[in-house]
Nanobody, 121 residues
Framework: QVQLVESGGGLVQAGGSLRLSCAAS????????MGWYRQAPGKERELVAA???????NYADSVKGRFTISRDNAKNTVYLQMNSLKPEDTAVYYC???????????????WGQGTQVTVSS
C-alpha cells in the first residue's frame, strides 16, 4: 500500500501564498504521476495540477500562472506552490499518486487525507 502525508494548508489572505507538500511512502515500485486535486463544499473534485513521470505538467486553467507543481523524486514528494491566492481557491486539497507497488502490478491511484486551504478576502 501507499501512504500519503500532506501538509502546508491553512488560512491566508487574498494575494498571499502557501506551499503544499505530499510525501509518499510504502511499498512503492514506481510512480507514474503525482498531482493535486481540490474539492469545495457541494462541488465536484477537480484536478488542479499534475506532474507526470517524464516531467511534463498540466494545470487547470483557473490556476495557470499562479500555481506551480514540482517534485522531488528522491523523496517521493510532490509540492504545490500557490501564489496570488484568491477566495475561489478555498477548498480541501488532496494529493494523488498513481503508482505500482510490490503487491500490485497495475497502476492505481492513492489519495491523501486532504488539507484545508482557506483564502479570506
Amino acid at each position: 500500500q501507499v501512504q500519503l502525508v500532506e501538509s502546508g494548508g491553512g488560512l491566508v489572505q487574498a494575494g498571499g501564498s502557501l506551499r503544499l507538500s505530499c510525501a509518499a511512502s510504502g511499498s512503492i515500485f514506481s510512480i507514474n504521476a503525482m498531482g493535486w486535486y481540490r474539492q469545495a463544499p457541494g462541488k465536484e473534485r477537480e484536478l488542479v495540477a499534475a506532474i507526470m513521470s517524464g516531467g511534463s505538467t498540466n494545470y487547470a486553467d483557473s490556476v495557470k500562472g499562479r500555481f506551480t507543481i514540482s517534485r522531488d523524486n528522491a523523496k517521493n514528494t510532490v509540492y504545490l506552490q500557490m501564489n496570488s491566492l484568491k477566495p475561489e481557491d478555498t477548498a480541501v486539497y488532496y494529493c494523488n499518486v498513481r503508482a505500482t507497488t510490490s503487491q500490485r502490478v497495475t497502476l492505481r491511484g492513492y489519495w491523501g487525507q486532504g488539507t484545508q486551504v482557506t483564502v479570506s478576502s
